[in-house]
C-alpha cells in the first residue's frame, strides 16, 4: 500500500495548539488532503497541498514536503469542538481516488 | 449550496440479501467515487467513475457492482450480503477526474448499511 501513517490519538488543551503529523509513500504522489471527520459523519475538507510549504487558512494550517514525503496539520486556538478525528488523504497518480491514514483522534480537554 | 446526497442514510439487511445505495452529486460534478468505511477504521476506496464510464477500481468485492447514470447519479449493488459488510458507505464527487491540481473530492453524508 502507501504507507500513510499518522498518530492514533492525541490530547491537547482548549486554547493550546495541536499539530499532528502524517508521513507517505512518495512515489507517485499528486497532493494532499486533510479531513475533519465526526463519529458517524462525512468527512469535511480542511486543506490541501500539492506544492512545499505552509498552507493557512483561519486556526488550521497544513504543511508539506514533497522530498520528506512529511505532513502536518497545525490546529491553534483549540476549542472544544475539534475534538474529532482528522484524516490525512494522498492523492497518488491520476484519477483522483483518495488513499486515506488511519485517521488521529483529538480529545480537546478543558 | 448543493451538496453530495446519499440515500437511504440508514439501512438494515439480512445475510444473503442485496442492497442498492444511491448517490446523487453535486451539480456539475462529473467524478463519483465510492468509499466504504468500518467501525473505527478509514475510509477504503472502492470504485470511481468518470462521465459514466468507471475511471478506477480498488477493493470492491466482486459481490458489489456500481454504475454511473446519464444525469450523473450513481449507485451501489452489493449482493449476498455479509456481516462484513456492515459500515458507513460515503460517495464523493468531483468537478473533474485525473486528480487534477485542488481538486477538493466532497462527500455526502454516508449510508450507513447494518447487515443482521
Known amino acids: 500500500g502507501q504507507n500513510i501513517d499518522q498518530p492514533t490519538e492525541m490530547t491537547a488543551t482548549e486554547g493550546a495548539i495541536v499539530q499532528i503529523n502524517c508521513t507517505y509513500q512518495?512515489?507517485?504522489?499528486?497532493?494532499l488532503f486533510w479531513y475533519q471527520q465526526h463519529a458517524g459523519e462525512a468527512p469535511t475538507f480542511l486543506s490541501y497541498?500539492?506544492?512545499?510549504g505552509l498552507e493557512e487558512k483561519g486556526r488550521f494550517s497544513s504543511f508539506l514536503s514533497r522530498s520528506k514525503g512529511y505532513s502536518y496539520l497545525l490546529l491553534k486556538e483549540l476549542q472544544m469542538k475539534d475534538s474529532a478525528s482528522y484524516l490525512c488523504?494522498?492523492?497518488?497518480?491520476?484519477?483522483?481516488?483518495?488513499?486515506f491514514g488511519q485517521g488521529t483522534e483529538l480529545s480537546v480537554k478543558p | 449550496a448543493a451538496g453530495v446526497i446519499q440515500s437511504p442514510r440508514h439501512l438494515i439487511k439480512e445475510k444473503r440479501e442485496t442492497a442498492t445505495l444511491k448517490c446523487y452529486p453535486i451539480?456539475?460534478?462529473?467524478?463519483v467515487y465510492w468509499y466504504q468505511q468500518g467501525p473505527g477504521q478509514d475510509p477504503q476506496f472502492l470504485i470511481s467513475?468518470?462521465?459514466?464510464?468507471?475511471?478506477d477500481k480498488g477493493s470492491i468485492p466482486d459481490r458489489f457492482s456500481a454504475q454511473q447514470f446519464s444525469d450523473y447519479h450513481s449507485e451501489l449493488n452489493m449482493s449476498s450480503l455479509e456481516l462484513g459488510d456492515s459500515a458507513l458507505y460515503f460517495c464523493?464527487?468531483?468537478?473533474?477526474?485525473?486528480?487534477?491540481?485542488?481538486?477538493?473530492?466532497?462527500f455526502g453524508q454516508g449510508t450507513r448499511l447494518t447487515v443482521v
Open positions: 467513475f468518470y462521465e459514466k464510464m468507471q475511471s
Open positions: 488523504a494522498v492523492s497518488y497518480n491520476q484519477g483522483g481516488k483518495l488513499i
Open positions: 464523493a464527487s468531483s468537478p473533474q477526474d485525473r486528480g487534477e491540481l485542488g481538486t477538493e473530492a466532497f
Open positions: 497541498n500539492v506544492l512545499d
Open positions: 451539480p456539475r460534478h462529473d467524478t
Open positions: 512518495t512515489s507517485g504522489f499528486n497532493g
